[in-house]
């Protein structure tokens, strides 16, 4: 039997799932789990990716202790984020968070260099302060950039530091919105036009692609080898690869961020796209993800943070229900980005100070399923075709509460499932490349029948 190995790495968390396929069903064995946060660095949000990278190695070692040496191992993670190298492969730090405040003044300096306009009709992708492309016009500014020789995203980084081999993969690279949506790689106009590198930026491969075997040292920790290969490493792709959508269907993949979209075979560039602000995310074999993003679950993360996460989540869920009050908040206003305290900052936004507890969730609840719905009819406005039914995967998908009020708010019929979305199509990628499914359609059937019936 083969074993492959998910490394899913969320904003919030990662999880090492060992994956494989008996008598026609996806098995999958969870063996290593942790948390992740941003941290707070000389006024700065970033990663620690020095303890990223060993938990990565942490998992490895699990597997070991199993009994399970993977034949693969693939790694996702959230966009937009990377890390630069100098010329002898050392890391520039800090590695920035998408959530640092840093870009809200380059926007509108990059604007006069190159419109919105003229970005999103190359590379449709939505309008974000924390998109790569805005994060690399301060790295220019700030003259940081000139020290780098490489630039990888998250995933590729980390998958750099098992295997040595410097290489970018398709999905996440289109949230940098500097991938054109049409050739499918760096658009070099736009390059030029803000001064960026191409060299710099390097090679970008389609999930499926294998990397590289671990380093000889790599293999001297860990008592063993394997094949790193890519999976579609943005985790909202690898989620939508594993969501067995049908033709009228929208899906939400509900996490930290809440994405909500359709799968289709070409970019949906238009005037209307532009203006609702939705994005076309690379998909695997090369499909598009046409989608919103929505701040999702971070707002109840964040909460239970404030909390000392005295609460569970379940019992966060029955307050809000209890309390039956709640306000409208926009769930993506700039105030709910990176609050030191989401629960105030709910109170301030709503000018309701003595708002209790129980009113403070359940308005982030409604709030969520009011977005929701108003994606979804925007998806029918933009695409001209209604829509019938709603997938909601992912961690998220396991509030019932939330569920309820999606069915509730949008109209349309809600399901549930598969709960490790991303790591199940992280693992897809895999059996794609081992040659244990045939293709995708075959791949989704499998997770249908494992984990949706």
């Known amino acids: 039997m083969k074993y492959h190995l998910a490394i899913d790495i969320g904003a919030s968390g990662g999880r090492h799932i060992i994956g494989y396929i008996d008598n026609g069903i996806m098995k999958l064995k969870e063996v290593y789990r942790f948390e992740n946060s941003l941290k707070e660095e000389n006024g700065s949000l970033v990663w620690d990716v020095d303890r990223l990278f060993s938990e990565v190695m942490n998992g490895l070692k699990a597997c070991?202790?199993?009994g399970i040496v993977p034949e693969t191992v693939a790694i996702d993670t959230w966009g937009v984020d990377y890390v630069l190298l100098d010329k002898d492969e050392k890391e520039l730090l800090p590695a920035f968070c998408y959530r640092d405040s840093r870009t809200l003044a380059a926007i509108e300096k990059s604007e006069k260099i190159v419109p919105f306009e003229e970005l999103y009709s190359s590379t449709g992708i939505q309008k974000q302060s924390y998109n790569?492309?805005?994060?690399?016009?301060?790295?220019?500014?700030s003259g940081r950039l000139e020290k780098a020789k490489y630039f990888l995203m998250m995933p590729a980084y980390l998958s750099y530091k098992l295997t040595g081999v410097i290489l970018n993969e398709y999905t996440?690279?289109?949230?940098?919105s500097l991938v054109s949506a049409k050739t499918k790689t760096w658009d070099g106009k736009l390059l030029e036009r803000f001064g960026f590198d191409e060299e710099l930026l390097g090679k970008i491969a389609e999930p499926g692609t294998l990397v590289g075997e671990f380093k000889d040292e790599i293999e001297k920790e860990l008592g063993f080898s394997s094949k790193v290969v890519f999976c579609p490493s943005h985790d909202t792709a690898s989620a939508v690869a594993a969501c067995p959508l049908e033709k009228d269907s929208v899906y939400i993949s509900s996490g930290t961020w809440s994405l909500i979209g359709i799968e289709t075979e070409e970019a949906i560039i238009t005037e209307k796209g532009r203006a609702?602000?939705?994005?076309?995310?690379g998909g695997i074999n090369h499909r598009f993800r046409f989608l919103k993003n929505y701040m999702g679950m971070w707002l109840l993360q964040s909460i239970r943070n404030n909390l000392n996460k005295s609460l569970t989540y379940d019992e966060m869920m029955n307050l809000a229900k209890e309390s039956g009050e709640f306000e409208y908040i926009d769930v993506n206003a700039q105030n709910f980005v990176a609050p030191k305290n989401m629960i105030d900052a709910i109170k301030d936004y709503l000018k309701k100070p003595?708002?209790?507890?129980?009113?403070?969730?359940?308005?982030?609840?409604h709030s969520l399923a009011r977005s929701y719905a108003a994606a979804v009819k925007e998806i029918e406005d933009v695409t001209e075709r209604a829509v019938t039914s709603i997938h909601i995967v992912g961690g998220g998908s396991k509030d019932g509460y939330l569920n309820e009020l999606t069915e509730k708010y949008?109209?349309?019929h809600v399901s549930a499932g598969p709960v490790e979305a991303t790591s199940t199509g992280n693992l897809?990628?895999?059996?794609?490349?081992?040659g244990e499914v045939a293709n995708l359609e075959e791949a989704r059937k499998i997770v249908s029948k494992s984990f949706c019936s």
């Open 64 to 66: 070991k202790k199993v």
């Open 354 to 365: 003595d708002m209790e507890l129980g009113a403070v969730i359940n308005s982030v609840y």
């Open 132 to 141: 790569t492309v805005y994060q690399l016009f301060c790295e220019k500014e």
């Open 428 to 434: 897809i990628s895999q059996l794609m490349y081992s």
């Open 172 to 176: 996440e690279s289109t949230t940098t």
């Open 276 to 281: 609702c602000n939705f994005a076309n995310e």
């Open 410 to 412: 949008t109209g349309k």
